[in-house]
Each structure stands twice: as structure tokens, then as C-alpha cells.
């Protein structure tokens, strides 16, 4: 097979798709019934107050679900990539200021356990990361596709 | 390029439409709560002291690690781990004026130690003009 | 036709190797859908103090029976009172564990409740975990008001405060003792060892001071107790 190396990038790039969609679909899906939930949860990051926290809690998991979705119609692919990745970009940039500024821990109390949380976060951090590379990479190699066929 | 920002705009309009609906399910969420007769605001805490009618004596009601960090200008320390050892002080301040209103803070919405101080300074003082401040240290 | 699902069928057909593939990639998006959860035996604690007693060390023992490993990653407690220690911070499936408080109960009195919300590692669980501490911590007597106050140039009538013995055996209250020559303290027994009163009169209410009145046990009570009440002329 001599075309066996594009072969197997468009393998993981058929899995690597499926795999964003099924992840940023069940994360919209998960949120949608509890808004106050997740507002909250921004909240905590302490970097927009209360009232765009809501309209993000409320907007960003159908869009998330709409995204997922239109990874699957060939004209929507790009922007639906490309916003994923946007998102998971800012994400990691919340988590990692969450990290640079210290957990917020009222009291104290957990003592030693501040390197658990801190773990959790890092673990956070690096899947958000990796979620954006992943569209990002699949984003360039839509493009690169559409344009190679567009100059057909 | 453009064609990324125009599919990303019809995403944004499709989703915008189960959202505007969620948004309305849950229209109770973007309304404040209103305050409790006994809460007030840092806002409205400023324009009683600026009004100079009453005087405003502050209480933080936070560990005495945080109240050491930062805390309210003229802000005096109670919390109910030192509760005996600090009461004195709240009390000798409240000898300064013949009417004093006491408001109590502490961390944020999400703290029960202004409002357990407060009972506890009205049960103990018979002190009746004191306030909780809703939103605490974090909103000021 | 070259859709993704369509290269996917045709990959399982013509290449096996890529069955290693798919395992993966499931397993990242299935993975955020296992439910998980910390099965709590109990998940609050009541608890009634005797008068001056240290308060027990808690446990609050919970079973992860989700089939991923959790990972407590903040606990919260509502006062720093409560000192929450886990006995480590992963559990594996199947594996019991427990969060020992220990309750600081000084300066507090009567019925308290204190809560810890613990937030673990799990994705499908928005809210943190609740536990709740209700403690009846009585005190040995109790000093109703603490306060009694005169504004300046107002009457100097005198002005009670009333002392109750709480349950256990009967506490002798011998004198009481202003710090201040110009507020005077007079303990009235109501029912020795149960009931008191403290009559306090100001010799005029012309100057703000504050006087500090000490109550004088019989026989010593457990440190802590609050033997003090406050006069004041504002």
C-alpha cells in the first residue's frame, strides 16, 4: 500500500473526530440541565462576574452540542473545528490562571492535601490543552483538504 | 478565513435558539434575590457612613488569618473561635455614640459566619440595629 | 464518499490494525460518561456535648462505588472550627475511606451546625458533597444579656441581667465584681445554685465608660466557661 502513511492519518483523523464530537457532546449535553451549576462554577474562576457567567452557562453547551454535530456536515466542519478549538484555548488559559493564582481554599483546612488539588487541575489543564491541539490539527488538515481539492 | 467566521456565525445562531429558550426556563436565574430586611450591600453600607446619620460600626466576621491580610477600613475582628477575647473591643466601640448600626462581613454569599455573629451579637448585646453584608469581602 | 464514518467502516474491513485505535479513542469519549459516586454512610453527624466536654473525633466514612478512581480535590469547611483531614486522597473502585473532622468547639454555644462540602475529580458531579455537623455544646450557665447600656444623660435605673444554671448539679455563684468603682454589681440569688440575677446601677450616666462584671463560682468550672457580662454608659 503505497499510500499507507495518509492512509493512517486519515484513520486517526476519522477517529480523532469522532472522539471530539462524543467529548464536546456529552460535556454540552451534561450542562444543559443545570445552568446554575456550571454559572457558579465560572464564577469561581473569579474572571467574569455573575451575569455573563449565566449567558455563558446558558449559551456555550448548545453550542457545544451544535458543534459536535456539524463536525459531521462537510461545510460546517471548519467553523465548528475552529470554534471548539477557540474554546478549549480559552479554557486552558482559565485553568491555568486558576493554577497561578493558588486554589481557593477558605480556610485552610485541607492542609497537605493542596498538592491533590492542584494535581487535578494540572490533569484539567492538560487534557483542555490537548482537546485544543486536537481540533486545531484537525482544523489544518480540513483546510489543507478543502484547498487541495479546490484546486482541482 | 471568512469562510470559518461565516459557518461560526451560523453555529451561533442555531445554538442561539435551544439557549434562548433555556434562558427563558430559567429566567429566575439572571434576577438577584432580593435582600433579607437585616442584609445590606457594600453600596448602601457607603452611603450610610458618607450620610454620617448614624454611625456604622464594621465587623469582619473571617478567620483572624484573612482579617490580619486585608480587611475593611475601621473594620473590627469578631469570629466565633475568639469570640471572648475580641468581644470587649466590639463592645468599648459600640460607647463611642449613643446609636450605633453594626454591619457584619465576611468572606462571600457563600459564608454563614456574618449571619451566625450577627445572631449571636444580637442575642448576646440585645444590640437590635445590626446588618449582614450580602456579597462579603470577595464583592467588595 | 469519504466521510469519516465511511473511511472508519472501510478501515475495520481492509486494515485490523486500526481495531487498536478505536479502543482508544472510546475509551476518551466514554470515559466522560461513566457514572461515578462516593457512597457516604452517613452524611451528617448530630451530636449532643456534655457541658464543657471535648468534642469526639468524626468520621464520616464513604465507599467509591463507581468503577474509575476519585480523587478528592478540595474540602471546604463552612468555619475554621473544622478541621477535615481524609485518610489519603485517592480511592481506588471499590475502596472505603473517611474524613475525620475535628470540631474546635470553643466560643461556641448552644446548637451549631457546620457544614464541609467536598469536591472530588468526577465530571458528571456538578455539586460538591455535603456534610453536616449539628452540635448541642451547652454551657454550664448561661448570661442573658451579656450587655446592658445607658446612653449619656439618660436615667441611671438599674438594669438586670439574669444567670441560669444549665443542667448537671447545682453551681454556687459566691459574689460578683465590678472593675469600675462607679458601676456597681449586686448578685441576687434567686435559687442558690440554679438561678441568680445581676442588679447593675450606674452612679450617673454622665461620661461614656465601660465596666466589666466577673461572676465568682464557688468551685471552679471547666476553662473556657464565660464568667463576664458588660455595663456601659454610651
Not at chain 1, 482559565?94 to 497537605?112: N, Q, V
Not at chain 2, 456604622?56 to 469570640?83: C, F, K, T, V
Request: hydrophobic share 45%.
Amino acid at each position: 500500500m503505497n499510500n499507507a502513511p495518509s492512509n493512517a492519518a486519515r484513520i486517526t483523523a476519522s477517529v480523532a473526530l469522532l472522539a471530539i464530537a462524543g467529548v464536546f457532546l456529552y460535556a454540552g449535553i451534561s450542562k444543559i440541565s443545570a445552568p446554575a451549576d456550571f454559572a457558579r462554577a465560572i464564577e469561581l474562576y473569579r474572571i467574569v462576574p455573575r451575569t455573563p457567567a449565566l449567558v455563558v452557562a446558558l449559551y456555550l453547551p448548545w453550542l457545544e452540542i451544535g458543534c459536535a454535530f456539524a463536525i459531521f456536515i462537510r461545510s460546517l466542519r471548519a467553523g465548528a473545528l475552529a470554534f471548539l478549538a477557540f474554546c478549549s484555548a480559552v479554557f486552558t488559559v482559565f485553568i491555568a490562571s486558576a493554577l497561578a493564582r493558588g486554589l481557593d481554599i477558605s480556610c485552610g483546612c485541607f492542609g497537605t492535601g493542596g498538592s491533590t488539588g492542584r494535581a487535578a487541575l494540572l490533569v484539567s489543564l492538560a487534557r483542555a490543552a490537548l482537546l485544543a491541539l486536537v481540533c486545531a490539527w484537525l482544523l489544518r488538515r480540513h483546510m489543507a483538504q478543502a484547498s487541495g481539492r479546490a484546486q482541482l | 478565513m471568512r469562510a470559518i467566521i461565516r459557518q461560526i456565525l451560523v453555529l451561533s445562531i442555531l445554538a442561539a435558539i435551544p439557549a434562548l429558550i433555556s434562558a427563558y426556563i430559567h429566567r429566575d436565574l439572571f434576577q438577584t434575590p432580593p435582600l433579607a430586611p437585616d442584609e445590606t450591600t457594600w453600596e448602601q453600607t457607603a452611603a450610610w457612613q458618607r450620610a454620617a446619620a448614624t454611625r456604622i460600626l464594621l465587623i469582619d466576621a473571617r478567620d483572624d488569618n484573612a482579617y490580619a491580610a486585608a480587611h475593611a477600613p475601621g473594620a473590627l475582628p469578631l469570629n466565633e473561635a475568639h469570640w471572648e477575647r475580641q468581644l470587649p473591643a466590639v463592645i468599648e466601640a459600640l460607647g463611642a455614640a449613643a446609636d450605633t448600626r453594626i454591619v457584619v462581613y465576611c468572606d462571600d454569599t457563600l459564608c454563614g459566619a456574618s449571619r451566625a455573629v450577627a445572631v449571636r451579637l444580637r442575642r448576646e448585646l440585645g444590640h437590635t440595629d445590626i446588618f449582614v453584608l450580602k456579597g462579603g469581602w470577595r464583592s467588595r | 464518499m469519504h466521510t469519516p464514518l465511511h473511511i472508519l467502516a472501510m478501515t475495520f474491513i481492509k486494515c485490523p490494525r486500526a481495531l487498536r485505535i478505536l479502543p482508544g479513542a472510546l475509551v476518551i469519549v466514554f470515559a466522560q460518561t461513566t457514572a461515578l459516586a462516593l457512597d457516604w454512610t452517613r452524611t451528617e453527624i448530630e451530636h449532643r456535648a456534655g457541658i464543657g466536654e471535648t468534642l469526639p473525633l468524626y468520621q464520616f466514612t464513604f465507599k467509591n462505588t463507581g468503577d474509575r478512581p476519585v480523587v478528592i480535590t478540595n474540602i471546604r469547611p463552612s468555619c475554621g472550627c473544622l478541621a477535615p483531614m481524609p485518610d489519603k486522597e485517592t480511592y481506588a473502585p471499590g475502596e472505603t475511606g473517611s474524613i475525620a473532622v475535628t470540631f474546635d468547639r470553643a466560643g461556641l454555644v448552644g446548637e451549631v451546625t457546620r457544614t464541609i462540602a467536598i469536591t472530588t475529580d468526577e465530571k458528571n458531579r456538578k455539586e460538591p458533597y455535603q456534610l453536616t455537623l449539628r452540635a448541642n455544646l451547652p454551657e454550664p450557665l448561661t448570661i442573658a444579656p451579656r450587655l446592658v447600656f445607658w446612653k449619656s444623660r439618660s436615667p441611671a435605673a438599674t438594669k438586670s441581667i439574669d444567670i441560669t444554671i444549665n443542667g448537671g448539679g447545682p453551681v454556687e455563684i459566691e459574689r460578683a465584681t465590678s472593675n469600675r468603682d462607679d458601676i456597681g454589681a449586686a448578685l441576687v440569688t434567686l435559687e442558690p445554685g440554679r438561678r441568680y440575677r445581676l442588679d447593675i446601677t450606674p452612679r450617673d450616666t454622665e461620661t461614656p465608660r465601660l465596666a466589666i462584671i466577673t461572676l465568682q463560682p464557688a468551685v471552679p468550672l471547666p476553662a473556657g466557661t464565660t464568667l463576664t457580662a458588660y455595663a456601659q454608659v454610651r
